[in-house]
């Protein structure tokens, strides 16, 4: 028996999938780029249903955010189990911009799933996407590109191994280069099967020239051959297709010998006449098999990633999450991030006034060092976000409220803040870095509600004080800027809802929120209930 799973299985701003099978149970690792806490952890019983489980680096030490880049941070980790033990390896990037990549690899293990983990082990730079291949003989080896920013050179210069000691945490022998090629190749992942050395390669970049690569070797160091059938799976020469960028793969088998892979792909809507992925890069599953001459294919017979997959049907006692957070425990719940830094109790609180989330405003929201602001992931373009503030910010540089983010060049803010004639009600933008603020003449004396509908590409903002008459603040708002593929830089995360106070005076202005909400748009839950029925 059988059941089909609708893809994206994790919607919203999930890319760069890590899987692994131990036992009956399946992990996912994903990256978290500038977010906190690091590589957030799934886990699921039959490949449908999936469940937050914490993340994997909780520390400063392990995750050294403080001043990175926006899309800088956390790039495509890799799990894997080996000896009893979990296995975690992963790049920081501190320089996105110009001919460099200033980054380290690290390598993180747990006994279980759940941590604690290790304190890293630092395995050098040089290159990004490392992964781990543990092989037959006992050696492991990390594999990653190599980047080279001379003048006139391919800046992805190809894919590297070296062996690993794992007892001592530090990398062993030479650099070995295993495989260079024309097109753009990263994201290397190597798998042994029937004597064969198998490396699954992203090819083309991230964006709608993704796809993914096959090569196979008898040694582990080549010479490695391509598959001449080209790409297992790539979105890049169909643009009908709901799941657009396909690529940046990883493996797994069911006890029952069935095999999937996990990619990463962009779900577009059109806005302004161009394609604009809100959501960021999400997390898609595939089923596959080995072909009689030893080459990876799709199931359904081509190279284009399904909407609908089959899989083995497992019962599964995954709860789903709540949509509505009325902020009743000690600690924010896994579906909360913060920016570049832990949620610690100088700036974030659910004790100091019970029942309500406390954040202390710091910086500005364009700040890489003491951002105020927790947000959740948003996994679809029809929603509606609510929340309410209680704050009395007494200066022009006072305000609390409700985001929406993309980075800290391109977010949208409603909420209340300080002005000559008293707490007034405002609306601020920030475009590719272009910042325009509107106060209103609307006084505010108390808690506030404030509402964030989204519908395709559109926003539109709205406050009330009773929950029952809204009044709509601004015009509506063009959200596909909060999208990978906007703006002047790089962009490799995806759009949050959230809160965030800011103080550029003392630091330490209370901002209140009794709750915080995301409910599905009409048409969502139309759709929602539609599946439910199948």
């Known amino acids: 028996m059988s059941v089909f799973v609708r893809n994206p299985i994790l919607p919203g701003f999930h890319p760069d999938p890590s899987i692994l099978r131990v036992g009956e149970d399946y992990y996912l ?57 979990f296995w975690l390896v992963y790049a920081v990037v501190y320089t996105t911009t110009g001919p460099f990549k200033d980054l380290d690899i690290f390598l993180v293990h747990a006994d279980s799933i759940a941590g604690p983990w290790s304190e890293p082990a630092y395995l050098g730079g040089g290159g990004f996407d490392p992964s781990l291949f543990h092989d037959e003989d006992g050696r492991s080896w990390l594999v990653n590109i190599t980047w080279d920013a001379r ?72 010479p490695y051959e391509l598959d001449p059938a080209g790409s ?13 960028k396909a690529g940046h793969c990883e493996i797994v088998q069911t006890p029952t010998g069935e095999w999937y892979l996990v990619h990463l792909a962009s779900r577009p809507i059109l ?31 081509t190279h284009w990633p ?23 425990g000690s600690v924010l719940s896994a579906d909360w991030s913060s920016l570049r830094q ?31 602001l927790v947000a959740q992931r948003l996994t679809s373009t029809r929603i509606v976000v609510t929340t309410s503030v209680e704050c009395s910010p007494s200066y022009p540089g006072q305000k609390a409220g409700l985001v929406f983010w993309y980075d800290t060049s391109t977010h949208f803010f409603l909420g209340v803040t300080g002005s000559e004639s008293g707490p007034r ?25 404030l509402r964030g509908s989204l519908d395709g590409h559109r926003l539109q903002f709205a ?11 601004g015009a509506t708002l063009d959200a596909s800027v909060l999208s990978d593929d906007y703006g002047s830089l790089l962009r490799f995360t995806g759009a949050f809802g959230g809160l965030a106070a800011v103080d550029s005076y003392a630091a330490c202005l209370p901002a209140d929120f009794a709750f915080f909400s995301i409910t599905a748009g009409p048409d969502q839950a139309v759709r929602a209930e539609g599946e439910a029925k199948l």
């Not at 957030?40 to 999936?50: A, E, P, T, V, Y």
């Not at 070797?217 to 080549?222: K, N």
Request: aromatic share 8%; glycine share 10%.
């Open 151 to 222: 003048p006139g050179r391919s800046p992805f210069a190809g894919i590297v191994l070296q062996e690993v000691d794992l007892g001592r945490g530090c990398l062993v022998g030479s650099q070995r280069k295993i495989l260079a090629h024309d097109e753009l190749v990263e994201g290397p992942n190597l798998y042994r099967r029937d004597g064969w050395y198998y490396l699954m390669l992203a090819e083309g970049g991230t964006g709608w020239n993704h796809g993914i690569l096959m090569a196979r070797s008898r040694t582990i160091d080549g």
């Open 463 to 473: 406050v009330s004080t009773d929950g029952e008459k809204w009044q709509d603040i």
């Open 29 to 85: 690792a994903n990256s978290t780029f500038e977010w906190y806490p690091g590589i957030r952890l799934h886990h699921s019983r039959n490949l449908r249903d999936w469940r937050p489980i914490g993340h994997a680096l909780t520390s400063l030490e392990a995750l050294p955010l403080r001043g990175v880049p926006d899309s800088g941070g956390v790039w495509a980790p890799s799990l894997s189990h080996h000896a009893g033990r």
């Open 232 to 244: 297992l799976i790539t979105s890049r020469d169909n643009p009908g297709l709901t799941l657009q």
């Open 271 to 301: 806005a302004r006449g161009e394609r604009r992925s809100i959501l960021g890069r999400e997390t898609c599953l595939q089923r596959v098999h080995w072909t009689s001459s030893g080459w990876l294919r799709l199931a359904n017979g």
């Open 342 to 372: 832990p949620m610690t109790a100088d700036w974030v609180s659910l004790t100091e006034r019970p029942g309500w989330l406390r954040l202390r405003g710091r910086q500005s929201l364009r700040s890489r060092f003491r951002l105020s």
């Open 306 to 328: 399904d909407d609908l997959v089959e899989v083995p049907h497992v019962e599964s006692s995954e709860a789903s999450e709540s949509e509505r957070d009325e902020f009743e």
């Open 425 to 449: 009600v405002v609306l601020a933008r920030s475009d590719d870095g272009r910042y325009t603020e509107d106060v209103t003449d609307i006084a505010v004396d108390g808690p506030l509600l």
